[in-house]
């Protein structure tokens, strides 16, 4: 039982650049969502699943986008990744809404 | 919209002395989660609290909730090395989950 699994665990891309984070749950969570944690701002929502094939927008959703094929998994992309996108991203699922978040270990992104 | 404010942001304490930090929200929560995240890890759920005035206890950790549902507090007694990290509350209301800032835990041996 692996948990809430992400990949990669670093990546540095350079302005404008495209990438795609995955992150895999083995727990039959319904609920998904990723954060973003930038120093003194804790973790903040970008987008969040409540089921297989459904996306919703967080807090702060500019500049990603989200899709869940399958209900296991959860892709967040950046289309063109700017230097206000390095940060560490965090992958979170859970049984129920607003309950209790299992979190995956985290990608560290630099985008220079 | 819903806040959560954490305080202090840091917190620097000598091994074996008790420590406080606050959690406040400027709505009414319908339940508050802790999280603990460890220098270079992830968050991990501590505890959930739902009900106004809960207090519950981990060990070395009181965890308690307001009676207006609208703050949070964590109490470590006898502070050791292994309470180092950042300790994030997250207030659930108006239908999302909205995570602290955090408090980050220092120890002097």
């Known amino acids: 039982n692996a948990g809430v699994t992400q990949t990669p665990k670093f990546r540095v891309l350079k302005t404008g650049q495209s990438m795609t984070l995955l992150c895999a749950q083995d727990?039959?969570?319904?609920?998904m969502y990723w954060y973003r944690q930038d120093p003194g701002m804790g973790l903040r929502l970008i987008h969040y699943?409540?089921?297989?094939?459904?996306?919703a927008k967080g807090e702060v959703p500019d500049g990603y986008n989200v899709s869940r094929l399958k209900k296991q998994n959860f892709l967040l992309g950046l289309e063109s990744a700017a230097p206000s996108q390095t940060s560490v991203y965090f992958c979170a699922s859970s049984l129920l809404a607003y309950n209790e978040q299992f979190f995956g270990p985290g990608t560290r992104l630099t985008v220079l | 919209g819903q806040q959560v404010m954490q305080i202090p942001q840091y917190q620097h304490v000598q091994e074996g002395e008790d420590f406080t930090t606050y959690c406040n929200s400027s709505t009414t929560l319908s339940n508050i989660q802790w999280y603990k995240q460890r220098p270079g890890g992830h968050p991990v759920f501590l505890i959930q609290l739902v009900k106004s005035g809960e207090v519950k206890k981990q060990k070395r950790l009181t965890f308690q909730f307001g009676e207006a549902k609208k703050n949070s507090s964590l109490h470590i007694t006898a502070t050791q090395t292994t309470d180092v990290g950042t300790y994030f509350c997250?207030?659930?209301?108006?239908?999302?989950?909205?995570f602290g800032a955090g408090t980050t835990v220092t120890v002097r041996a």
């Open positions: 997250a207030g659930e209301g108006d239908y999302k989950l909205s």
């Open positions: 727990m039959n969570h319904e609920y």
């Open positions: 699943s409540v089921g297989e094939g459904t996306t």
